[in-house]
């Protein structure tokens, strides 16, 4: 299964363009002024439409638009949740952490289909 992504404005552009040098296909929010700013429910339908994951920290919002959009009978391509603990911003060691843990969730997605959340380790 080939994921493609939509990595959330609130995680640094680099992260898609390191996974893209890398040819996974990733794109970053924040590297698009026509999708800066907008709200979480523009930006997870902008994912379903473009067949892309939404990867966000935003669990509450996009955890709820999810359901909603399930309870509706349709589906979106999937949710990637950081943590904000794990993956902090402020912190050295980002932005390699996230990367590295969706270079390991890419090599093996362990899900298929739609609609599914998926907490990043």
Do not use: K, Q
Request: aromatic share 10%.
């Amino acid at each position: 299964m080939s994921v493609r992504l939509l990595i959330d404005e609130m995680h640094s552009p680099r992260v898609a363009e390191v996974l893209r040098a890398e040819r996974w296909d990733a794109f970053a929010v924040a590297a698009d002024s026509s999708l800066r700013g907008r709200p979480d429910a523009s930006l997870l339908e902008y994912a379903t439409e473009s067949g892309r994951v939404m990867v966000t920290e935003n669990s509450g919002d996009f955890a709820r638009l999810a359901a909603l959009i399930v309870a509706s009978g349709e589906d979106h391509c999937g949710i990637i949740i950081t943590s904000r603990a794990r993956y902090f911003r402020g912190s050295p060691a980002y932005p390699n952490n996230v990367i590295e843990a969706l270079r390991r969730f890419l090599a093996a997605p362990p899900h298929e289909g739609t609609s599914w959340i998926w907490w990043l380790e």
